[in-house]
């Protein structure tokens, strides 16, 4: 637990464990993702508290009703057309990229800011915006031209006919496991771990945790408290972009 120290002693803890740390894992989620201006349509006032979205952005209803599902999909995505990295996104890519650390991000955002930052081994564990898949002939397609389409209101279809599926892990999907493992082995030999905006109550991403070594140092960083709060060896219920851009600055500079 963090107190009684002050806030600028915290941060120049983690600035220290950042310097001897040789394997940095980080779970991320939607609170890093709001700083860049990303509504959580999880919060108490976003789209996911309407039952008939939660209905329709769903592995059953994109089956069954693609129309339906594509509808209530626009309203959700469309809208994220001008968004940026912050801070907290360009600080982990400065870590990896200009303090040459071994850097490795599990996050549950879909928007794949930390890889427009610069981050390069990321794992969208919820997929990602980028990509969509035929579901008739399996070819990958680029989300751009789908894009469009949605913004004329059309379903995205293959050159075979079949619907496309945005890349994104919807309830009732399975996750991907090769990647959700992966993710698992970096808790496992990481000797620090940062979970960034993320509650840690969405499951399985939560479970990630449960592979660190006893001898990890953890740091949450998240506005509102999570049930990992008391294992970790720092806490600031603070945003993201506040807080890490500092002890990464201070972990460079050594002071
Ligand atoms: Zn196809």
């Known amino acids: 637990m963090s107190y009684p120290f002050n806030r600028e002693q915290e941060i120049e803890a983690c600035a ?76 982990l890519a400065d870590l990896e990229n200009e303090q040459g650390k071994w850097v490795g991000i599990a996050t549950q955002n879909i928007d794949g800011l930390h890889q427009v930052a610069g981050s390069k081994q990321v794992i969208e564990l919820h997929g990602n915006l980028r990509h969509a898949v035929c579901q008739k002939c399996g070819t990958a397609k680029v989300m751009n031209g789908i894009k469009e389409k949605l913004e004329n209101k059309m379903i995205p279809l293959c050159d075979c006919g079949g619907i496309l599926k945005p890349k994104v892990v919807l309830f009732g999907d399975p996750l991907d496991m090769q990647e959700f ?75």
């Open 16 to 91: 220290a464990f950042l310097q001897s740390a040789s394997k940095i894992a980080v779970l991320s989620g939607a609170g890093i993702s709001t700083e860049s201006g990303i509504p959580d349509f999880r919060s108490s006032n976003g789209l996911w508290q309407k039952e008939e979205v939660r209905e329709a952005i769903t592995r059953s209803c994109f089956s069954r009703q693609p129309e339906r599902f594509y509808y209530y999909f626009s309203q959700l995505f469309l809208s994220w057309t001008d968004i940026k990295p912050n801070q907290g996104h360009l600080a």
């Open 181 to 255: 493992r992966k993710a698992q082995i970096w808790m496992a030999q990481a000797d620090l771990i940062f979970c960034l905006g993320t509650s840690l109550t969405v499951t399985p991403a939560n479970t990630l945790l449960q592979h660190r070594r006893h001898d990890s140092k953890l740091v949450i960083i998240n506005l509102e408290a999570t049930p990992y709060d008391r294992e970790a060896d720092y806490v600031f219920h603070a945003k993201v972009g506040e807080i890490l851009p500092v002890i990464v600055q201070k972990s460079q500079t050594g002071d």
